[in-house]
């Protein structure tokens, strides 16, 4: 472009062409494949010609569709998050349950031994349950 004698602002909207920006798009082949968020647009794309018309209409169509992507990979990752918060919660009230039945299996023990044994379990889930609550500290959803 340099030695075509191109101005510095064509110079600036027109990149050198890597590889990678060469590939074809999997899309276009292989369109119900998995893991097409990985997915990047070359520069060229996104560049926007307002000369030709039904160009414009046909790369409007295709940020439309880019876009759509996008947003189903926000919210995909959205109800993950959400999702693994609860699963920490869950799981705090799992290790909770887990300490109360053996405190009251401890309880109802009559022998010491017994006892002593679900004494240990309801103090081994207290302790999942306090290193949970300090691991998740800040990103359970419920806390209750």
């Given at each position: 472009m340099l030695r075509l004698g191109a101005d510095s602002d064509t110079v600036a909207v027109?990149?050198?062409l890597k590889p990678q920006?060469?590939?074809v798009s999997k899309e276009?082949?292989?369109?119900?494949r998995h893991g097409q968020g990985?997915?990047?647009l070359a520069w060229f794309w996104r560049i926007n010609n307002t000369e030709d018309s039904q160009k414009n209409l046909w790369m409007n169509?295709?940020?439309?569709?880019?876009w759509l992507k996008a947003k189903a990979w926000y919210d995909r990752w959205s109800e993950e998050l959400k999702l693994v918060q609860h699963e920490m919660f869950w799981t705090i009230s799992w290790f909770r349950t887990q300490e109360e039945r053996w405190?009251?299996?401890a309880d109802e023990s009559i022998k010491n031994g017994n006892r002593a044994y679900a004494e240990r379990q309801?103090?081994?889930w207290a302790?999942?349950?306090?290193?949970g609550l300090k691991n998740f500290e800040g990103k359970l959803l419920i806390t209750s």
């Open positions: 027109y990149q050198p920006d060469l590939v276009v082949t292989e369109e119900n990985s997915d990047k169509e295709f940020y439309r569709v880019n405190r009251v299996r309801a103090s081994m302790e999942f349950s306090a290193q």
